[in-house]
């Protein structure tokens, strides 16, 4: 309220209107002396409540609320006789004062409120995201005997599935001439490979085997046995999401069980148990890591997003670690690039195709990563998928087409829901040009930077995985990049402190 400052007698005018605040532990539901309740008047936007001694017009207790219930308030009224009004404010006035009489049990029961103690709020606690720790981390001791160094080295992961619902024609081999392989360079896969062997590098591809339920197992063999006859490493991709609509048995199986059948799958199409496993979104976790363990892994790709659903001491790693005494957990390679000015932010960046600077500075990036961990792995990550373009298309000639292809020869695609609107749908037909010269720069980076390569075929013996996993610090290794000067550094990041020691001591597995 406000009043001239000359004029010391005026009356104050409301500037603004009074907000209540509320207190904790108000109840305005459960009936007591204190709580007065008033009549609702129709057309009423808000109610006060005026309590105050009779024949005195300035108010000891004056509340506004939108609802015609109030709590007394405590310590305010002590001797004498006191009355107390709620009035109905109704086109801008209020109304209907009555003078009702505040009785002793009424501030008794105020009193008694505000002694009682009051809980606190049940707020949303912070939780550590991850599932809680099973076992204790492993040992990379116990991963072989010896460790057997390798020097800084380079692996890069290629993860290689399909999206045949996003093909241009229902033709699984035409989905597989687009997106896998087709012998003149331009499918996606196909043109990672070439990209690779221009810059005698070999790459470990982690392949979706449960892709042959849209476009049959023997397309999928024949991408690997053209991988294995190139000098490529294989691995498995489990990544049942996108083909459970085509299968009655995927779609009722847990994430555990369907990656035991893919590993499976894995088998009878390679000719060989996977050594190494990468997974779909969302589908890490704590089971189906120690399924992975089960079936004998020995190595899990597992980057900053997918670690979330893994117990908390092993997220946010950049750096391999003993998930077991027996199982290595590789992340791909990170840097943070530091601000440049006092509105700038940092930013991170995984050592990915899909990263702009990640692929613009992969020579100075891996150098510097190479010279943070000595002995450590560098590992790059590349999706084919990402490099074609997706685009709208807006045909009802071509959907009809599609439609009706499916009927006759693909009924599974068309009970998987993979039928086409007349009114548009998404594509996959070109590659984007510019994510395949991210591409080729990543790999010509990677080339350049002076780190050898690994053999993906023969390089996870035990004495590698145990010198990668070894560290003598308790810091995870970074790449810092002050994007003022544009130069990269060596950095490291605390390890999880709480989490690992909460881990620690848990069962051993």
Avoid at 337 to 353: E, G, K
Wanted: proline share 8%.
């Amino acid at each position: 309220m406000v009043r001239p400052v000359d004029d010391p007698e005026a009356r104050f005018a409301r500037l603004h209107d009074y907000a209540p605040i509320p207190r904790l532990g108000d109840d305005f539901e459960t009936p007591a002396e204190d709580l007065l309740i008033g009549d609702a008047a129709p057309g009423a936007d808000q109610y006060r409540l005026l309590v105050k001694k009779p024949d005195v017009d300035r108010p000891l207790v004056d509340m506004v609320r939108a609802e015609p219930r109030f709590l007394l308030p405590p310590g305010q009224l002590r001797d004498g006789q006191f009355e107390y009004d709620i009035l109905p404010r109704v086109r801008g006035r209020w109304r209907n004062r009555k003078g009702l009489a505040v009785r002793t049990a009424m501030i008794v029961a105020a009193d008694e409120r505000a002694e009682r103690p009051v809980p606190l709020p049940a707020d949303e606690t912070r939780t550590i995201r991850g599932a809680p720790a099973r076992h204790a981390p492993g040992r990379p001791d116990r991963l072989a005997s010896e460790a057997v160094s390798t020097g800084s080295t380079l692996l890069i992961a290629v993860d290689v599935t399909a999206r045949p619902d996003l093909a241009p024609l229902a033709d699984p081999r035409d989905v597989a001439a687009r997106q896998w392989w087709a012998g003149d360079g331009t499918a996606a896969v196909e043109s990672v490979v070439l990209a690779l062997e221009a810059n005698a590098l070999k790459g470990l591809f982690f392949i979706d085997v449960l892709a042959g339920e849209a476009l049959g197992d023997d397309l999928v063999r024949r991408l690997t046995d053209t991988l294995k006859k190139r000098g490529h490493g294989l691995g498995l991709m489990v990544n049942p999401e996108p083909w459970r609509g085509l299968s009655g048995d995927l779609a009722e199986m847990n994430d555990v069980a369907a990656t035991s059948v893919a590993c499976a799958r894995y088998e009878s199409i390679v000719g060989e148990a996977p050594g190494a496993l990468s997974f779909g979104p969302g589908l890490l976790g704590a089971d189906t890591l120690a399924e992975a363990r089960r079936l004998g892994v020995k190595v899990v790709l597992a980057d900053r997003a997918e670690q979330l659903g893994l117990p908390a001491w092993m997220r946010w790693r950049t750096a391999p670690f003993a998930a077991y005494d027996d199982l290595l957990v590789i992340p791909a390679s990170m840097a943070l690039s530091t601000p440049a000015h006092q509105r700038d932010r940092v930013v991170r960046h995984a050592l990915n195709a899909a990263d702009a600077m990640a692929a613009d500075a992969a020579s100075d990036l891996t150098a510097a990563a190479a010279l943070a961990r000595p002995d450590g792995l560098i590992t790059a990550r590349i999706e084919p998928i990402e490099l074609l373009r997706r685009s709208m298309v807006r045909s009802a000639a071509q959907a009809e087409a599609w439609n009706q292809a499916m009927a006759d020869r693909l009924p599974a695609w068309a009970e998987a829901g993979w039928e086409r609107s007349p009114h548009g749908f998404p594509v996959l037909a070109d590659r984007d040009e510019i994510k395949v010269e991210m591409m080729t720069a990543l790999i010509a980076g990677l080339g350049r930077a002076g780190v050898a390569a690994i053999n993906p075929r023969s390089a996870f013996t035990p004495g590698h995985l145990r010198s990668w996993a070894e560290t003598r610090e308790a810091f995870e290794p970074l790449v810092e990049q002050r994007r003022g000067p544009r130069r990269f550094r060596p950095s490291a990041v605390r390890r999880y402190d709480a989490a690992l020691l909460q881990a620690l001591k848990a069962t051993p597995a």
